[in-house]
């Protein structure tokens, strides 16, 4: 049914068989039965998703099974077909996987690019910039008597811009880099996660006298430590910053379950944000026009980089003077980040 030039096919008599073929070989799509006799497509779909997660899966059902054909879509499965099935439906319905795919290697490829460019870049800059903070201090040592005053606040305003720019450059690499993944998945205790993040940043809790409030229970979430822990230290390092004069700082960390999603928020009590600043909060240097504090203004967008990268959205609510409630959902199924190839495996019933 599926002959084509277009394709490389490989068939699989048993489930079993098909997870050790997709274990040892790259396929764009696995096509599988939902029910078969050793390993029914669901436990077919969550085991590629663990150890394959680039791997499209698309599921034949009967119409009875359609409930479990709608679990698989949230588990992650790209399609599915009923049965008896239509030729032609069912050639439509794997080539628009495989080209989903093709097109997804293709963007990977082009990120991949851009980030060396920007890897290369910042590298060279940063090299650029060594040398000026160095020559700076040079010129401060030898000849600080002949500048003057107007000459060494000069000189100040060059090595404060430079040390600006090395911030700046150190974010826009670790922009660069959030989001890529590791592909190592793991169980996740957000409690201890918050610990280490409330750890890193107790000399500015103390420093403030924050008030940090998180729940008794947690979930435990199936991701990468690092990119999560990231997300989490931005938000409340970023609420911490925003406190507002004369008010104790209140930080409170909250979840819910939608679902399909954990979703999470964090809470300050700080300067708000204004309505016609909502909007450009998330993108790369952006900046709170009335408020002097530390930072290059890139917090927030390696959040949002990180959160739409495993499948899930952050957004805000805000008024100023009213403090700011940043939510962001996570998918209790994590998103994999693999590299297809243009094959199809068919694991027989």
């Not at 819910?256 to 450009?280: A, L, P, S, Y």
Request: proline share 3%.
């Amino acid at each position: 049914m599926l002959a084509s030039e277009e394709y490389s096919i490989t068939t699989s008599p048993s489930g079993t068989e098909a997870l050790k073929m997709v274990q040892e070989n790259d396929f764009d799509l696995v096509l599988s039965d939902l029910m078969m006799p050793d390993v029914n497509g669901l436990k077919l779909l969550e085991e590629i998703r663990r150890f394959k997660p680039g791997t499209a899966v698309m599921l034949i059902t009967a119409y009875g099974s359609l409930r479990s054909a709608i679990t698989a879509m949230r588990l992650g499965a790209v399609d599915y077909v009923l049965k008896p099935c239509d030729e032609d439906e069912l050639r439509l319905r794997v080539h628009n996987a495989c080209e989903r795919q093709i097109i997804k290697k293709e963007y990977d490829q082009r990120t991949r690019e851009l980030e060396s460019l920007i890897f290369a870049t910042t590298h060279d800059l940063s090299g650029h910039l060594v040398a000026l903070r160095g020559f700076a201090r040079r010129l401060r040592t030898s000849s600080t008597d002949q500048l003057g005053q107007e000459g060494r606040e000069y000189l100040d305003r060059i090595e404060s811009s430079a040390e600006l720019m090395e911030k700046m450059i150190a974010s826009i690499g670790e922009f660069a880099r959030a989001g890529r993944g590791t592909g190592k998945i793991e169980k996740i205790n957000v409690r201890k996660l918050l610990q280490d993040v409330l750890q890193n940043l107790q000399s500015v809790i103390e420093e403030k006298n924050v008030d940090v409030r998180v729940p008794d229970e947690l979930p435990q979430l199936e991701g990468e430590w690092l990119s999560i822990y990231q997300v989490f230290h931005n938000l409340i390092n970023n609420a911490i910053k925003f406190s507002r004069d004369n008010v104790r700082p209140a930080v409170e960390i909250g979840v819910t379950d939608t679902g399909r999603h954990h979703k999470f928020f964090v809470r300050d009590n700080g300067v708000g944000i204004r309505k016609e600043e909502q909007d450009r909060i998330f993108e790369m240097f952006s900046r709170l026009d009335r408020r002097k504090v530390p930072g290059t203004g890139m917090g927030l967008a390696i959040a949002r980089k990180i959160v739409t990268s495993i499948g899930g959205s952050i957004w805000v609510k805000s008024a100023e003077n009213e403090g700011s409630t940043f939510y962001f959902t996570i998918p209790k199924t994590p998103r994999g980040q693999g590299k297809p190839e243009q094959e199809v495996s068919s694991a027989a019933k």
